[in-house]
């Protein structure tokens, strides 16, 4: 794929899988900062 631009389906592809780790990241960093053991009071 040298020299040549991604078309649609690699981009639907790279959207997809950006916004599933984004998804999960949130979910993640939700699941820490919900857990008492992590709160400071």
Known sequence: M???M???QD???F???LG???LFLVI???FVM???KY???
């Open 2 to 4: 040298s020299g040549k």
């Open 6 to 8: 991604f078309n649609d």
């Open 11 to 13: 981009l639907g592809f």
């Open 15 to 17: 959207a997809n899988s």
């Open 20 to 22: 599933i780790i984004i």
């Open 28 to 30: 993640g960093y939700h």
């Open 34 to 36: 919900a857990d008492t």
């Open 39 to 41: 709160e400071g009071n």
